[in-house]
């Protein structure tokens, strides 16, 4: 059990950093500031090939893309980093308030930053429209988030947009890829 913990705080070590450098890339880009990548798509992501951990499992087994891998890892940020999120927090000093193209809910009893929807969509497609609308596909009832209750985006209020619903990571798959059990289904998922 504890090399099982040790090789999962190790791979999500490194590509919580990689998504933290993916969202710093993402501010420097959207804010026009110097940084030296054009897209966030050049940043390159951690070679999971020998990577025994079961994230790196999840990963290999189904092929994911790097616009998956960032969704993933923002619906895992809250439960294990939720301070590399606080970036969202800033304020639109022109309209005092939260920046909209960030998405997210503050939660009051945690304090912090849920992303959203709308926040995988700046990080991946920023003003974009054909990236942003490639990225409902990741969220349709047919992709296996949602066939392996990997992680869904909630649904929303009935007036409010389909992408201000906040990422959620499944019970079961918080625990699988953090300690490799589940009392639930994950634990199961590649027998």
Known sequence: MKGIIKKNAHALTRELDWLSEVIDTSMKLYFK??????SIYDIPP???????????????????????????????????R??????????????DKNFTEFGGVCDTKCNCFIPTGETAAFILAMNNLESRFDLFNLFCEDH???????????????????????LILSLEYLSYLSV????????????
């Open 82 to 95: 939720p301070q590399m999120l606080d970036v969202f927090l800033i304020r639109n000093k022109n309209l």
């Open 144 to 166: 296996y988030f949602k066939k392996r209750n990997i992680l869904q985006i909630v649904k929303p209020k009935s007036f409010e947009p389909y992408l201000s619903g906040a």
């Open 46 to 80: 951690p070679d999971i090939a020998k990577d025994e951990s079961f994230y790196a499992e999840v990963l290999k087994r189904d092929q994911t893309s790097i616009a998956e891998r960032i969704v993933l890892l923002l619906s895992l940020a809250p439960h294990v």
């Open 180 to 191: 490799g059990l589940s009392k639930f289904t994950a634990v199961h998922a590649y027998d």
């Open 33 to 38: 500031q110097e940084t030296p990548y054009q």
